[in-house]
């Protein structure tokens, strides 16, 4: 049982546009919300992470919004660069299970020059 | 700050043999956990380790073990391996009370 959804599976976006992500989950336990970044060969990077008692987040270029009613919430990618073609997968966890994460299933995000 | 490290990097082994991988921590880092990533099932959780106890436990069967030494260094163990045993394994470290891991980069296992 997937307990955190994701989609689209693949993105293809023109440099400079935004790249949209977007996740879902049940477990209203989940209390942390976070997006990795992961190029081949290498391990999932942390990018962002967000808690429910925010409806946003920003770093730079990077947003999460989060809607706590409809169990959802989202990566927003403003001006994509062709160097953020990586795949980027959604995560969850609770306080209770330490850093066990959820993950999503992966978003294979090309930014085409 | 030194990253996660994993090693060995990349291992071959043959069906029904075990192995042993090993993960160093960030300096400071007491909790580790590990995950299995394939491509069809994903990022998958194994274990986690805190202070030397299994904290968590994912949904795999007995072959797959662990263990965390008093400086942090963990390892894990598949016994038995079967050539569905091939992945990605990738140890993740976090420091106590703060949320988020730092993945190393993983070991590649390619059971033949």
């Known amino acids: 049982q997937q307990q955190v959804k994701q989609s689209p599976q693949s993105l293809i976006v023109q440099k400079g546009g935004i790249s949209i992500i977007n996740c879902a989950y049940e477990?209203?336990?989940?209390?942390?919300f976070p997006w990795y970044q992961q190029f081949p060969g290498k391990g999932p990077a942390l990018l962002i992470a967000i808690r429910p008692d925010v409806s946003e987040k920003k770093e730079g270029r990077f947003t999460i919004s989060f809607n706590k009613s409809a169990k959802q919430f989202s990566l927003h990618i403003m001006d994509s660069q062709p160097g953020d073609s990586a795949t980027y997968f959604c995560?969850?966890?609770?306080?209770?299970?330490?850093?066990?994460?959820?993950f999503g299933t992966g978003t294979s995000l090309t930014v085409i020059p | 700050k030194a990253g996660v490290t994993q090693t060995p990097r990349y291992l071959i082994k043959t069906r029904g043999q075990q192995v042993t991988l090993s993960c160093s921590p960030i300096?400071?880092?007491?909790?580790v956990s590990w995950y299995q990533q394939t491509p069809g099932q994903g990022l998958q959780f194994l274990f986690e380790?805190?202070?030397?106890?299994?904290?968590n436990k994912g949904n795999f069967p007995g072959r797959f073990s662990g263990r965390q030494f008093s400086n942090s260094r963990s390892e894990m163990n598949v016994s038995t391996l079967e050539l569905g045993d091939s992945a990605l394994y990738l140890c993740a470290s976090s420091r106590t009370g703060t949320p988020g891991a730092f993945f190393g980069q993983g070991t590649r296992l390619t059971v033949v």
């Open positions: 380790y805190f202070s030397e106890t299994q904290r």
């Open positions: 477990n209203t336990a989940f209390d942390y």
């Open positions: 300096s400071g880092h007491r909790s």
């Open positions: 995560a969850a966890s609770t306080s209770n299970t330490g850093n066990q994460f959820y």
